[in-house]
Protein backbone atom coordinates (compact mmCIF):
# COMPACT_ATOMS: atom_id res chain seq x y z
CA UNK A 1 0.00 0.00 0.00
CA UNK A 2 3.01 2.69 0.95
CA UNK A 3 4.29 1.59 -2.47
CA UNK A 4 0.60 2.90 -4.30
CA UNK A 5 0.93 5.91 -2.65
CA UNK A 6 4.52 6.96 -3.25
CA UNK A 7 4.74 5.83 -6.66
CA UNK A 8 0.93 6.03 -7.57
CA UNK A 9 2.26 7.07 -10.94
CA UNK A 10 4.32 3.67 -11.60
CA UNK A 11 3.37 1.03 -9.58
CA UNK A 12 0.31 -0.88 -8.22
CA UNK A 13 0.50 -3.45 -5.70
CA UNK A 14 -1.57 -7.16 -6.09
CA UNK A 15 -2.49 -6.98 -1.92
CA UNK A 16 -2.77 -4.34 0.87
CA UNK A 17 -0.94 -4.41 3.88
CA UNK A 18 -2.45 -3.35 7.80
CA UNK A 19 -0.64 -2.33 10.37
CA UNK A 20 -3.45 -2.79 13.43
CA UNK A 21 -2.83 -4.03 17.04
CA UNK A 22 -6.03 -5.81 17.36
CA UNK A 23 -5.91 -8.84 14.76
CA UNK A 24 -9.10 -10.26 16.44
CA UNK A 25 -11.17 -7.44 15.93
CA UNK A 26 -10.17 -7.42 12.07
CA UNK A 27 -11.10 -10.81 11.78
CA UNK A 28 -14.64 -10.03 12.50
CA UNK A 29 -14.43 -7.33 10.02
CA UNK A 30 -13.19 -9.33 7.21
CA UNK A 31 -15.64 -12.20 8.13
CA UNK A 32 -18.52 -10.24 7.44
CA UNK A 33 -16.81 -9.02 4.10
CA UNK A 34 -16.35 -12.94 2.99
CA UNK A 35 -12.80 -12.39 3.47
CA UNK A 36 -10.98 -16.07 4.04
CA UNK A 37 -7.81 -16.57 6.36
CA UNK A 38 -5.31 -18.06 3.88
CA UNK A 39 -1.99 -18.47 5.48
CA UNK A 40 -1.14 -14.78 6.59
CA UNK A 41 -3.41 -13.50 4.23
CA UNK A 42 -7.47 -12.72 4.33
CA UNK A 43 -8.61 -13.07 0.67
CA UNK A 44 -12.15 -12.21 -0.71
CA UNK A 45 -12.45 -13.65 -4.25
CA UNK A 46 -15.48 -11.77 -5.28
CA UNK A 47 -13.97 -8.33 -5.13
CA UNK A 48 -10.39 -9.17 -6.05
CA UNK A 49 -8.69 -8.06 -2.62
CA UNK A 50 -5.79 -10.30 -0.81
CA UNK A 51 -4.63 -8.37 2.57
CA UNK A 52 -1.84 -9.31 4.60
CA UNK A 53 -1.43 -8.02 8.26
CA UNK A 54 2.41 -8.26 8.48
CA UNK A 55 2.93 -6.93 12.43
CA UNK A 56 0.56 -5.29 14.90
CA UNK A 57 2.92 -2.06 15.15
CA UNK A 58 4.10 -0.08 12.25
CA UNK A 59 8.20 -0.08 12.18
CA UNK A 60 10.15 2.47 11.94
CA UNK A 61 10.52 6.38 12.97
CA UNK A 62 7.08 7.65 15.02
CA UNK A 63 7.86 10.86 13.46
CA UNK A 64 8.71 9.62 10.50
CA UNK A 65 5.26 8.30 9.82
CA UNK A 66 2.56 10.21 7.44
CA UNK A 67 -0.78 10.81 7.48
CA UNK A 68 -2.81 10.64 4.55
CA UNK A 69 -6.40 11.83 4.99
CA UNK A 70 -9.30 10.69 2.94
CA UNK A 71 -12.99 11.85 2.45
CA UNK A 72 -15.13 11.72 5.81
CA UNK A 73 -12.61 12.38 8.13
CA UNK A 74 -10.79 9.17 7.37
CA UNK A 75 -7.06 8.71 7.77
CA UNK A 76 -4.28 6.21 7.23
CA UNK A 77 -0.77 6.15 8.98
CA UNK A 78 1.93 4.94 6.45
CA UNK A 79 5.13 4.04 6.63
CA UNK A 80 8.11 7.54 6.45
CA UNK A 81 9.80 6.83 3.14
CA UNK A 82 13.22 6.50 4.69
CA UNK A 83 11.58 3.52 6.79
CA UNK A 84 10.22 2.06 3.76
CA UNK A 85 13.46 2.53 2.27
CA UNK A 86 15.37 0.82 4.81
CA UNK A 87 12.80 -1.90 4.49
CA UNK A 88 13.02 -2.86 0.74
CA UNK A 89 16.77 -2.61 0.78
CA UNK A 90 16.59 -5.37 3.92
CA UNK A 91 14.37 -7.47 1.66
CA UNK A 92 16.42 -6.93 -1.55
CA UNK A 93 19.87 -7.69 0.21
CA UNK A 94 18.30 -10.51 2.59
CA UNK A 95 15.25 -11.99 0.60
CA UNK A 96 16.96 -11.63 -2.52
CA UNK A 97 13.89 -9.93 -3.69
CA UNK A 98 14.30 -8.18 -7.31
CA UNK A 99 10.69 -6.79 -7.26
CA UNK A 100 12.31 -4.85 -3.76
CA UNK A 101 15.36 -4.17 -5.30
CA UNK A 102 13.30 -2.56 -7.98
CA UNK A 103 11.17 -0.74 -5.24
CA UNK A 104 14.25 0.89 -3.81
CA UNK A 105 15.76 1.93 -6.48
CA UNK A 106 12.66 3.82 -8.03
CA UNK A 107 11.67 5.09 -4.32
CA UNK A 108 15.49 7.06 -3.83
CA UNK A 109 15.22 8.08 -7.62
CA UNK A 110 11.84 10.09 -7.37
CA UNK A 111 12.11 11.25 -3.65
CA UNK A 112 15.93 11.49 -3.30
CA UNK A 113 16.18 15.38 -3.22
CA UNK A 114 13.13 14.67 -0.32
CA UNK A 115 15.20 11.35 1.76
CA UNK A 116 17.10 12.19 5.02
CA UNK A 117 20.24 10.24 3.88
CA UNK A 118 22.03 10.83 7.17
CA UNK A 119 19.47 9.75 8.97
CA UNK A 120 19.28 6.59 6.06
CA UNK A 121 23.18 5.97 6.88
CA UNK A 122 22.74 5.79 10.27
CA UNK A 123 19.37 3.11 10.30
CA UNK A 124 21.38 1.04 7.72
CA UNK A 125 24.64 0.61 9.36
CA UNK A 126 22.66 -1.04 12.62
CA UNK A 127 23.70 -4.40 13.20
CA UNK A 128 20.25 -5.85 12.41
CA UNK A 129 20.47 -3.97 8.62
CA UNK A 130 23.99 -4.00 7.52
CA UNK A 131 23.16 -2.36 4.32
CA UNK A 132 24.81 0.81 4.51
CA UNK A 133 26.51 0.12 1.08
CA UNK A 134 23.44 -0.30 -0.51
CA UNK A 135 21.87 2.51 0.86
CA UNK A 136 24.96 4.59 -0.08
CA UNK A 137 24.64 3.47 -3.77
CA UNK A 138 21.03 4.20 -3.83
CA UNK A 139 21.95 8.53 -2.46
CA UNK A 140 24.59 8.22 -5.46
CA UNK A 141 22.71 7.11 -7.97
CA UNK A 142 19.36 9.42 -6.92
CA UNK A 143 22.33 12.66 -6.94
CA UNK A 144 23.62 11.73 -10.38
CA UNK A 145 20.40 11.45 -11.32
CA UNK A 146 19.34 14.94 -10.44
CA UNK A 147 22.71 15.96 -11.93
Same mark, same amino acid.
Do not use: H
Given at each position: ????????????? @????? =???????? !????????????? !??????? @? !?? =??????? &??????? !? =?? &? =???????????????? @?????????????????????????????????????????????????????? @??????????
Amino acid at each position: MCFILYLREIYSS @LDVDI =VYPFEDDL !REVFDLFGFKKEG !RYFIQDE @L !RI =VIEIPSS &TLSGDEN !R =VE &T =VEFENGLYCKIIGIED @LLIDRVNACKYGNSKIDCEMAQLLSLKYGDQIDWNYMIKKAEEPQNDIAKEIEQ @LRKKSNEEKS
